[in-house]
């Protein structure tokens, strides 16, 4: 498995930029996708964005298209989530995932290991 953890979360105001960091142990790139997912406070986990750089392929939530950018740097073996634009609704607890997926999934049970979260809290 994968060791993830994330860093960077914090307490915003809407319209602020924030970016989210996630260090992963060993080499996860060329051959994990790696995702975020977050989970507010009574809700259900959902997916946030994904990337499989191996086949040069993103996704994200239509809640965070255009408003969220997942990206690498392969020298510090870490993963970003640069958020621009935030809103009340981002507040949540943000997690980074590794899965051993052929495509790209947005389902949470296609990532076999997890961060510990990092919160994201957004005030109007």
């Known amino acids: 498995q994968v060791q993830l953890v994330e860093s960077g979360g914090g307490l915003v105001q809407a319209g602020d930029s924030l970016r989210l960091s996630c260090a992963a142990s060993?080499?996860?790139?060329?051959?994990?996708?790696m995702g975020w997912f977050r989970q507010a406070a009574g809700k259900e986990l959902e997916f946030v964005a994904a990337a499989r750089w191996s086949s040069g392929t993103t996704r994200y939530a239509d809640s965070v298209k255009g408003r969220f950018t997942i990206s690498r740097d392969n020298a510090k073996n870490t993963v970003y989530l640069q958020m621009s634009s935030l809103k009340p609704e981002d507040t949540a607890v943000y997690f980074c995932?590794?899965?051993?997926?052929?495509?790209?999934?947005?389902?949470?049970?296609?990532?076999?290991?997890w961060g510990q979260g990092t919160q994201v809290t957004v005030s109007s």
């Open positions: 060993g080499r996860t790139f060329s051959t994990y996708t």
């Open positions: 995932a590794a899965g051993r997926t052929a495509l790209i999934s947005t389902w949470s049970n296609s990532y076999d290991s």
